[in-house]
T-cell receptor, first 109, second 114 residues
Framework: GQNIDQPTEMTATEGAIVQINCTYQTSGFNGLFWYQQHAGEAPTFLSY??LDGLEEKGRFSSFLSRSKGYSYLLLKELQMKDSASYLCAAIDSNYQLIWGAGTKLIIKP | NAGVTQTPKFRILKIGQSMTLQCTQD?????MYWYRQDPGMGLKLIYY???????DKGEVPNGYNVSRSTTEDFPLRLELAAPSQTSVYFC?????????????FGPGTRLLVL
């Protein structure tokens, strides 16, 4: 079967750095997305990786290792507004998105 | 640009009732999707469309129907509502298929079936 695993919840301190991990098992692989979802709102796009390595975009970076079936989202200089759920989604061989359950990130002052 | 809009925002249905969830996008996107999101679960694809007149089943299509008569609109029909259909429904669109293409989501419809 196809599966995306992410931690259910993480807590971090304002101003710190946090890494949210995602492992995937899919039939084929054509890329991986990270989306941010604030409580009661729609998901919004953060990043897309298809090649191995690190993609940096401001305070947010995303890393992919295709050989390990592994990705992480790195958030630097955490702000209170970063409190949200972070969704990992992988594209399988049928070009369907397989979504993880999301990681709820709690930022404490 | 309004992006992706959904109506209604919230609805309570009785078991056995029917309703249509509306979704409209003004970005001239070819692909449109319907997802449901249950608490603590990932998004599950119900139906998707690659263009006007073309629809296909996703992972959880049972109990739902869709149509795509125009590029802009992609309504989701629930026939004979059941408590298991209590969920948050998101419509999304993208210019082309998932590979490298951002999906833009509507604000969601919260449905409660009692």
């Amino acid at each position: 079967g196809q599966n995306i695993d992410q931690p259910t919840e993480m807590t971090a301190t304002e101003g710190a750095i946090v890494q949210i991990n995602c492992t995937y098992q899919t039939s084929g692989f054509n890329g991986l997305f990270w989306y941010q979802q604030h409580a009661g709102e729609a998901p919004t796009f953060l990043s897309y990786n298809v090649l191995d390595g690190l993609e940096e975009k401001g305070r947010f970076s995303s890393f992919l290792s295709r050989s390990k079936g592994y990705s992480y989202l790195l958030l630097k200089e955490l702000q209170m507004k970063d409190s949200a759920s972070y969704l990992c989604a992988a594209i399988d061989s049928n070009y369907q998105l397989i979504w993880g359950a999301g990681t709820k990130l709690i930022i404490k002052p | 640009n309004a992006g992706v809009t959904q109506t209604p925002k919230f609805r309570i249905l009785k078991i056995g009732q029917s309703m249509t969830l509306q979704c409209t996008q003004d970005m001239n996107h070819n692909y449109m999707y319907w997802y449901r999101q249950d608490p603590g679960m990932g998004l599950k694809l119900i139906y998707y469309s690659v263009g006007a007149g073309i629809t296909d089943k996703g992972e959880v299509p049972n109990g739902y129907n869709v149509s795509r008569s125009t590029t802009e609109d992609f309504p989701l029909r629930l026939e004979l509502a059941a408590p298991s259909q209590t969920s948050v429904y998101f419509c999304a669109s993208s210019y082309s298929g998932p590979e490298g293409e951002t999906q833009y989501f509507g604000p969601g419809t919260r449905l409660l079936v009692l």
